[in-house]
């Protein structure tokens, strides 16, 4: 009877699975289908950004000191993300909100930069119907920029959070995941650098 009720529990065990682990396993998931979403926008890109019906392309549309301030924008947010885990693991609420200040207010002008560059570009006739170049420009760039928005949205919300529940398993683990999502846009952001603006600059 000991032997049964001891088997009954050992497999009680290995059926049990923590919540945070199958959150942290659904994030990795949602990460994985962006890699591919992102991997089949660069593919379209590289392959449509000749076709520019004639018009401009990247030499001559690209601002690039506006970009070079978007790459430090997200770069140095990327680097507070980062420090704002370090605040979380030393178990400094008050470290953790503050450098998650700073990061969405370092992504909230990446975005502002972002979408003054989409104005100028359409102030001056390029915009997503011009031409298969445009087309594929805007959808890569746009989607980025609406991950980083989406991203900025998730922050705010988990400091509101995070001030109402305070450091947690799960706040913490959210904390964890926000900062993979947002040092992976970071790595996207590079990727969009070289292949659009720097080749296309070329």
């Known amino acids: 009877m000991a032997q049964a009720t001891a088997h009954h529990s050992?497999?009680?065990?290995?059926?049990?699975?923590?919540?945070?682990e199958l959150k942290m396993l659904g994030f990795w998931i949602f990460l994985v289908t962006d890699v591919i979403l992102f991997s089949t926008l660069f593919a379209t890109f590289v392959v449509l950004r000749n076709n520019t019906a004639g018009g401009p392309g990247g030499a001559e549309l690209f601002n690039m000191t506006g970009v070079i301030i978007e790459t430090f924008l997200l770069l140095t947010?990327?680097?507070?993300?980062?420090?704002?885990?370090?605040?979380?693991?030393?178990?400094?609420?008050?470290?953790?909100?503050?450098?998650?200040?700073?990061?969405?207010?370092?992504?909230?002008?990446?975005?502002?930069?972002e979408v003054y560059?989409?104005?100028?570009?359409?102030?001056?006739?390029?915009?997503?119907?011009?031409?298969?170049?445009?087309?594929a420009f805007f959808?890569?760039?746009?989607t980025h920029g609406l991950h980083v928005s989406l991203g900025l949205v998730w922050m705010i919300?988990?400091?509101?959070?995070?001030?109402?529940?305070?450091?947690?398993?799960?706040?913490?683990?959210?904390?964890?995941?926000?900062?993979?999502?947002?040092?992976?846009?970071?790595?996207?952001?590079?990727?969009?650098?070289?292949?659009?603006?720097?080749?296309?600059?070329?």
């Open 139 to 142: 959808t890569l760039v746009g």
């Open 10 to 20: 050992h497999d009680h065990d290995h059926g049990h699975h923590d919540p945070q």
């Open 117 to 135: 560059e989409f104005v100028e570009l359409v102030h001056e006739g390029a915009n997503f119907g011009t031409s298969a170049f445009l087309s």
């Open 77 to 113: 947010s990327s680097f507070t993300s980062g420090l704002a885990v370090l605040a979380m693991n030393k178990g400094s609420m008050k470290g953790l909100i503050n450098w998650l200040i700073v990061t969405a207010i370092l992504g909230l002008g990446f975005i502002g930069f």
């Open 157 to 202: 919300g988990l400091m509101f959070q995070l001030k109402k529940r305070g450091l947690t398993p799960e706040t913490k683990g959210k904390v964890s995941a926000l900062s993979l999502y947002w040092h992976f846009l970071d790595a996207v952001w590079i990727f969009l650098l070289t292949v659009v603006y720097l080749m296309g600059v070329m």
